[in-house]
């Protein structure tokens, strides 16, 4: 890894790591100044918007170490791919939900956090399994490096999704959708593969 060609790849590699983590995170606290609004429009108690806040993580509880077996069955970068292409649906999810047409709206915003839930759960997995074979020697200090982009993530979350709602509910997760499928298309992505993890 001394060549300059590989030090590239391995940079490319770690922003794109970074940009995963800082949309899963983006994407946990985006709905919390929407919440207000969805209670009034849904007609949801207390009890159950803040339920929606809190199920975002059961699957991180309940999956954790599912995620680490299905990272080392299909490797970090290919992942880390698919797990953002779902993160991306669950943006689509909220879209529809919101729907005035929708049956039974709490239900399916409940299934979107879950599906946000379990792949952000597997982004974390993946993205740490792969920091650490890329960076054997100073993983502690790419993990950190990580996790306060997921940190920054979660801190403009709020603020991004205030602001976007004042365009309206499908405007926001429309346009958190589409960063979130930006980032799961850079082609720096691959570069997580591509030196010498499975994609």
Do not use: C
Not at 41 to 56: D, E, K, R, Y
Not at 136 to 161: D, H, S, T
């Amino acid at each position: 890894m001394s060549s300059t060609a590989d030090q590239r790849r391995l940079q490319r590699a770690f922003i794109a790591l970074l940009l995963a983590f800082f949309v899963n995170f983006l994407g946990y606290a985006f709905i919390v100044p929407i919440l207000p609004s969805w209670q009034t429009q849904f007609g949801l108690n207390a009890t159950q918007a803040t339920l929606l806040v809190s199920l975002w993580a059961v699957p991180l509880l309940l999956f954790g170490p599912m995620t680490g077996r299905i990272t080392d069955r299909f490797g970090a970068g290919r992942t880390v791919f698919i797990s953002l292409v779902l993160l991306t649906a669950s943006s689509g999810l909220y879209v529809v939900a919101t729907n005035e047409w929708v049956g039974r709206p709490f239900l399916l915003l409940a299934f979107a956090r879950m599906v946000h839930g379990a792949s952000g759960a597997t982004i974390m997995t993946a993205g740490l399994a792969a920091a650490s074979q890329l960076w054997p020697v100073r993983f502690g200090e790419q993990a950190g490096k990580l996790l306060g982009m997921a940190a920054i993530g979660g801190l403009f979350g709020p603020v991004l999704g205030g602001v976007l709602f004042t365009w309206g509910e499908a405007s926001a997760f429309t346009v958190l959708a589409i960063l979130t499928a930006l980032v799961s298309s850079t082609s720096s992505l691959t570069e997580v593969a591509s030196v010498g993890i499975s994609y």
